[in-house]
């Protein structure tokens, strides 16, 4: 589905179905570099279920238009502006890395409008190193390598995901190879710019899951604490075995907890 925020095309994924007001509705955010595509398995069990599914494109990434956005709090703005535009009085927040800093943010920003909050492969502050910074800005191979790299828990990333035909690491690479140069590069200072998580967490109101990896080596399990700690109705769920990519490296456990969670 195509709208239009601020006379730029927006692609929102809702599995071919309209927008019903009268039914639940989870909005899915997709990561740095990423499209909405890392969503597809999730929005399709929910859409079967009856729900409203949104995993929208962000302005510069896979279908949609303008630039890209450069601060979370920006693109928190424009997602609120999505699902008002879209007619939706109340929302679940499911975010993946960076989009969970955009889940956290718009779930504070929207209180009760938001029913849920799921954040996945979450810490906040989200720092980035220099090297993958000087990367994304001036190697963008480099970059799409390193963090293909370093997505992903060690064992997965030798070939030990159970889940039958699918190659991650050349799935990965053609996602960020797909997006424009500058979206991966502003995505990744937007993260490392944003100080504002721990007081947004103060401010949902909503019960919030937290989805995280074992072996995650983006945003290791250790640095959660903080986040989980701020949130009012946090609660943790430790995906064994998985790095940062949950969604590909155990995604039968990432659709059995947002079932639990989202109801």
């Given amino acids: 589905m195509n709208i239009s925020i601020d006379g730029k095309q927006v692609y929102v994924y809702t599995n071919n179905k309209e927008i019903d007001s009268a039914r639940q509705s989870v909005v899915f955010v997709h990561g740095a570099g990423f499209d909405h595509s890392v969503w597809t398995l999730f929005a399709r069990h929910f859409s079967r279920h009856n729900w409203n599914v949104l995993a929208i494109d962000l302005p510069g990434h896979g279908r949609s238009g303008g ?91 030798m070939g030990g995901n159970p889940n039958p035909g699918m190659w991650m690491v050349s799935d990965s690479m053609r996602r960020y190879e797909d997006e424009q140069q500058a979206a991966l590069d502003l995505d990744m200072r937007a993260c490392n710019q944003y100080q504002r998580g721990l007081e947004a967490a103060g401010e949902i109101t909503a019960p919030t899951l937290m989805l995280h990896g074992d072996a995650d080596r983006l945003t290791p399990l250790k640095a959660t604490q903080p986040l989980l700690k701020g949130l009012k109705q946090g609660r943790m769920d430790v995906v064994p075995g998985s790095g940062h990519s949950l969604m590909v490296e155990d995604p039968n456990h990432v659709l059995d907890q947002l079932r639990l969670h989202l109801g």
Avoid: Y
């Fill in 67 to 157: 630039d890209s956005l450069t601060s979370i709090e920006a693109m928190a703005t424009w997602i609120i502006a999505v699902i008002d535009s879209c007619g939706i009085a109340q929302s679940a927040l499911v975010g993946h890395s960076m989009g969970s800093l955009i889940a956290l943010e718009t779930g504070a920003r929207l209180g009760t409008r938001a029913s849920k909050v799921v954040l996945i492969g979450s810490i906040s502050p989200m720092p980035v190193s220099d090297p993958i910074l000087d990367a994304t800005a001036n190697k963008p191979s480099t970059a799409h390598s390193m963090l293909t790299s370093f997505s992903f828990s060690k064992n997965n990333l």
